[in-house]
């Protein structure tokens, strides 16, 4: 016994310090990230709502005239005030405008590193949840810390936890959502139902997919309702409970309903749907229209964006899981009604998670949602992945394999890891730009790379670099980038030196380009590179051109 609780002891304290060295890591690194090309948007909304609140709540705020001419300066605030994307999730937005302002934050560098922080803060506490969400099922503190490590070194996902304040903060929040939900499915008890409700709501205060949770949870209780008796009865009071904390909970946090709950609501719901407008994504060395990418695009985005063996041990997952789930369907008869669709409460929330994760897919295909960006959208599904991938482990090491067997597939894991680590070290600071071997040698063919812009900063302190002390210089963008963004975290005196000209094809000094454009680039002319210019600088992670600068001849 003394054993088994030094041996607990051991692991607890090793499993602290892997994500105290986790969280250093992330403290130490978030400046290394530039500015993604949301950011100043996201910035600027919190800042509208951040003001709206302060004027219908609040008299004599002292510092309300700043904040105004603040918010008059940045990008995007006059199209806030006329009514525009104001139906944006602003939780995050919201959270952060609060912080800058209480910590009166004014120097541009401060403010979005301190966004960046906050955004790694989210992700930081949703790795923990994860991690417990994965022991909560599989009563394994192994597989628990497999998860996790599954979770937070998959290049793409560790890059924007730093600076995703949409996408990335709406998954860390359904992790929660997940967690909490997944107990509310054992035993409904009240505190779990507020707990989920809250995070739920928190979701859909982010992107408004996150009512997906609701549905789902009804959808089981359905089901559980016709295979149980009286299961309705004594457990629709309770359901009811989760439908309307919810709602109270999604008003609260989601200012865009207070002016007018009921159409706002819908008008939320159906933003996602058409996000993207006519934008033509690079897809497979083509491109796309967004409302019309075949049915595929999330599946191979998914599959080449990340590591080769979360793709095969999902595979792997699925395939048993929906074995049991049809072998049990097909054992259930009238006349024995100890015969269900799940035998256990295991086999419940295991189809619960696939359900999670196949469902919004199926739903973008039926509906044919606007995507692009590769599958950022979908990035909330993220968590579903790595808890099939731990469900596979899990029964591949309980099969009766031999000892050798168990031994080479513990090795397969530990190394999948170690992979992982790898590239998060190779592609530093621009893991967003990683693709599995699979596509990486053709990654600039066949997709968009730097859709983000997150090169930008660094091929403009490149050009700074190049130039001396008080010259004056001009800079050019030949791609979709809004280059001059990067401006803002850029700690060099030259930036002040810098015209950012745009796609002007006035003569300038240097042009930058990332390849990513709004639709095909052989229709626009403007992004077309003079051959008065010859190639400066190629910024590349392995087999993987970030972007480019051009300089005059």
């Known amino acids: ?34 500015l993604s090309i949301d950011e100043p948007f996201q910035r600027t909304s919190g800042y509208y709502w951040y003001i709206w609140i302060i004027n219908n709540f609040f008299n004599n705020f002292a510092d309300l005239e700043s904040l105004q001419n603040s918010f008059n300066k940045m990008e995007w605030s ?35 590193y301190a966004r960046h922080l906050l955004n790694f ?66 035993d409904y008890k009240i505190k779990n139902i507020i707990l989920f409700s809250f995070f739920a709501a928190l979701s859909t205060g982010v992107r408004s997919m996150g ?30 409970l989760s439908l309307i904390l919810y709602l109270v909970f999604t008003y609260l946090f989601w200012p865009f309903l207070w002016l007018e709950p009921v159409n706002n609501f819908f008008a939320g719901l159906q933003y996602f749907n058409t996000l993207g407008g006519v934008a033509s ?40 899981i929906i074995f049991s789930l049809l072998k049990n369907f097909l054992e259930i008869n009238s006349d024995d009604y100890s015969k269900k669709l799940w035998k256990n409460y295991n086999e419940k929330i295991d189809f ?20 692009y960006n590769g599958w950022r959208h979908l990035y909330f599904i993220y968590p ?16 009766n394999a031999n000892k050798i067997l168990k031994n080479v597939f513990f090795l397969i894991i530990f190394f999948s890891i170690i992979l992982n680590i790898s590239n998060l070290i190779k592609f530093h600071p621009f893991q967003n730009t990683y693709f599995n071997y699979l596509v990486e040698k053709k990654a600039n063919t066949l997709f968009e790379v730097d859709y983000w812009g997150l090169g930008n900063a660094f091929s403009i302190e490149k050009i700074l670099n190049d130039i001396d002390e008080f010259d004056n210089v001009s800079i050019g963008v030949a791609s979709f ?33 990332n390849y990513i454009y709004e639709r095909n680039p052989k229709f626009l002319k403007k992004y077309f590179i003079s051959k008065k210019y010859e190639k400066f600088f190629t910024l590349k992670r392995g087999n993987i051109i970030i972007n480019e600068i051009y300089k005059k001849k």
């Not at 806030?80 to 139906?87: A, C, P, R, S, Y």
């Not at 609060?98 to 403010?111: G, R, S, V, W, Y």
């Not at 619960?352 to 509906?367: Q, R």
């Not at 963004?485 to 796609?503: D, L, W």
């Open 121 to 186: 803060f989210f992700f930081f506490l949703s790795s923990i949840c994860f991690f417990y969400l994965i022991k909560y099922r599989f009563k394994n503190n192994y597989l628990a810390l497999v998860g996790v490590l599954f979770y937070v070194t998959s290049p793409r996902i560790f890059a924007e936890s730093f600076y995703n304040c949409k996408d990335i903060i709406f998954m860390c929040l359904i992790v929660f959502s997940i967690f909490f939900g997944l107990k509310v499915l054992k």
């Open 352 to 371: 619960f998670i696939l359900a999670f994760f196949l469902g919004p897919i199926i739903a973008v295909i039926i509906f044919q949602s606007n995507l």
């Open 211 to 240: 009512i997906f949770l609701i549905f789902l949870l009804i959808i089981f209780f359905i089901f559980e309702s016709l295979e149980i008796k009286n299961f309705f009865k004594k457990k629709i009071s309770l359901v009811l």
């Open 384 to 399: 579903g992945l790595i808890y099939l991938a731990v469900y596979a482990i899990n029964y591949l090491i309980n099969l």
């Open 1 to 34: 016994k003394n054993n088994f609780i030094q041996k607990r002891k051991i692991i607890n304290f090793s499993i602290i310090i892997l994500f105290c060295f986790y969280f250093l890591v992330g403290v130490n690194i978030y400046k290394d990230y530039g």
């Open 281 to 320: 994504p690079f897809y497979l060395g083509k491109y796309v229209n967004t409302g019309y990418a075949p049915w595929h695009y999330p599946f191979v985005w998914i599959a080449v964006s990340t590591p080769i063996i979360y793709s095969l041990f999902f595979l792997i997952a699925s395939f048993k």
């Open 481 to 513: 980038t809004p280059l001059a963004y990067s401006r803002y975290i850029i700690n060099n005196k030259k930036i002040n030196n810098v015209i950012f000209a745009g796609t002007t094809k006035s003569n300038q000094d240097y042009f930058i380009t």
């Open 78 to 112: 006059k199209d806030l005030l006329e009514g525009t994307f104001l139906e944006y999730g602003v939780f995050f937005d919201l959270l952060a405008a609060f912080i800058e302002n209480q910590f009166n934050l004014k120097n541009f560098q401060d403010i979005y």
